[in-house]
């Protein structure tokens, strides 16, 4: 059964950085585009970032460009999102997902929490 | 900045046919395909439909999808209790981003 499990959140002060992990099971991570989505509290889906199936491209949504860095490790079956200058408007729970063909994406993992907060 | 619009809530009885909206642009759905998920509170969303009227396997045919020019919809026929939860659509933009609606929150009265 193809599984992720993210890890890495936790609570920082603005301007501070994260390295969110997504570790992949069930499936050969490198046949298949991933992303990661967050949701803020009480608040809705936001797409933030996706890769290709081996890493030499990357899309970001405008509010994290420049700021955060998807990058894969295939042989580790580890997906990874390096969050730098955080602002209080990068908390909530931030999903990796894997992806059918690029952009439908039919596993989730349960999230991990990030609070940005001084 | 590209958006998609969908209605905060929507309500139905068991057994009535609710339709959720999605409404976009010619960069988002009107140029590429349209997803649905669902989700309820606390837990990840899950895939409902993809490539504007596909379901994954294990998805309910209750569920289906539809596409029209740059405004898609949800149907949910059969409505049960269970089907009570949040509803995101998403689309790709060509922008290169990736887009998700505002989210309806459907209620079984």
């Known amino acids: 059964e193809a599984q992720l499990v993210e890890s890495g959140g936790d609570r920082v002060q603005p301007g501070g950085s994260l390295r969110l992990s997504c570790a992949v099971s069930?499936?050969?991570?490198?046949?298949?585009?991933m992303h990661w989505v967050r949701q803020a509290p009480g608040k809705g889906l936001v797409w933030v970032s996706r890769?290709?199936?081996?890493?030499?491209?990357?899309n970001y949504a405008d509010s994290v460009k420049g700021r955060f860095t998807i990058y894969r490790d295939n042989a580790k079956n580890t997906l990874y999102l390096q969050m730098n200058s955080l602002r209080v408007e990068d908390t909530g729970i931030y999903f990796c997902?894997?992806?059918?063909?690029?952009?439908?994406?039919?596993?989730w993992g349960q999230g991990t929490t990030v609070i940005v907060s001084s | 900045q590209p958006v998609l619009t969908q209605p905060p809530s929507e309500s139905g009885t068991p057994g009535q046919t609710v339709t959720i909206s999605c409404s976009g642009s010619?960069?988002?759905?009107?140029?590429?395909?349209i997803y649905w998920y669902q989700q309820f509170p606390g837990r990840a969303p899950k895939l409902l439909i993809y490539?504007?009227?596909l379901r994954p396997s294990g998805v309910p045919d209750r569920f289906s999808g539809s596409k029209s020019g740059t405004s898609g919809s949800l149907v949910i026929s059969g409505l049960r209790s269970e089907d009570e939860a949040d509803y995101y659509c998403?689309?790709?933009?060509?922008?290169?981003?990736?887009?998700f609606g505002g989210g309806t929150k459907l209620t079984v009265l």
């Open positions: 997902t894997k992806a059918i063909a690029r952009n439908d994406m039919d596993v």
């Open positions: 069930g499936f050969t991570s490198t046949n298949y585009w």
């Open positions: 890769i290709n199936k081996d890493g030499t491209t990357t």
């Open positions: 010619t960069s988002n759905i009107g140029n590429n395909n």
């Open positions: 490539k504007n009227d």
């Open positions: 998403a689309a790709w933009d060509d922008s290169l981003t990736g887009l």
